[in-house]
T-cell receptor
Framework: DAKTTQPTSMDCAEGRAANLPCNHS???????VYWYRQIHSQGPQYIIH???NNETNEMASLIITEDRKSSTLILPHATLRDTAVYYC?????????????FGTGTRLKVLA | GAVVSQHPSRVICKSGTSVKIECRSL??????MFWYRQFPKKSLMLMAT?????????EQGVEKDKFLINHASLTLSTLTVTSAHPEDSSFYIC?????????????FGAGTRLSVL
């Protein structure tokens, strides 16, 4: 079962920041949080990941709470091309292999 | 970023035939690749973990004789859907695990849409 909970859908105005929340209250100390997005009928695209520190790259910022039970993905200036399903994933170690178990994701719609 | 190529992107076949899907890591070597399945408007479901040079590990409920996985090289994994039936119609996606300067990341292929008539 997925270890993450996300809102089903969100809207964001073009040019504004999109803040996508994720709850992962059962996360273990050495489990990373990954964010991907999937545009219709394509494979998921890697965005960012982190363990406990906030992270930033050219696509987004990831804010992880101090207790690590939740995180927020921030797209600083959303564009229409950012419309997609965003998945927050806690990477699990099972049977000696790190695996992604996808949750339901958040369907972000960027409005013109 | 790392590139994963998946082929074919779309396949239509008759019931009872077998279909092979290829997943290639183009600019890195991947000892571990993964196969997922996705139904319309649903999330990705992990089917199996493919390890180079060894047998694949299947998730609970996935028939290993129906979905044959081969990972014969560090850049290629294949998924063969044997004796396909209409209920096997779905979007199949592979990923390859890479360790690079950004960390330990799975990179995904573009997916294969299988339609069984």
């Amino acid at each position: 079962d997925a270890k993450t909970t996300q809102p089903t859908s969100m809207d964001c105005a073009e040019g504004r920041a999109a803040n996508l929340p994720c709850n992962h209250s059962t996360i273990s100390g050495n489990e990373y949080v990954y964010w991907y997005r999937q545009i219709h009928s394509q494979g998921p695209q890697y965005i960012i990941h982190g363990l406990k520190n906030n992270e930033t790259n050219e696509m987004a910022s990831l804010i992880i709470t101090e207790d690590r039970k939740s995180s927020t993905l921030i797209l600083p200036h959303a564009t229409l091309r950012d419309t997609a399903v965003y998945y927050c994933i806690v990477r699990l170690l099972t049977s000696g292999t790190y695996k992604y178990i996808f949750g339901t994701g958040t369907r972000l719609k960027v409005l013109a | 970023g790392a590139v994963v190529s998946q082929h074919p992107s779309r396949v239509i076949c008759k019931s009872g035939t077998s279909v092979k899907i290829e997943c290639r890591s183009l600019d890195f070597q991947a000892t571990t690749m993964f196969w997922y399945r996705q139904f319309p408007k649903k999330s990705l479901m992990l089917m199996a973990t493919s390890n180079e040079g060894s047998k694949a590990t299947y998730e609970q409920g996935v028939e290993k004789d129906k979905f044959l996985i081969n990972h014969a090289s560090l850049t290629l994994s294949t998924l063969t859907v044997t004796s396909a039936h209409p209920e096997d119609s779905s979007f199949y996606i592979c990923s390859a695990r890479d360790f690079n300067s950004y960390g330990d990341i799975q990179y995904f292929g573009a997916g294969t849409r299988l339609s069984v008539l």
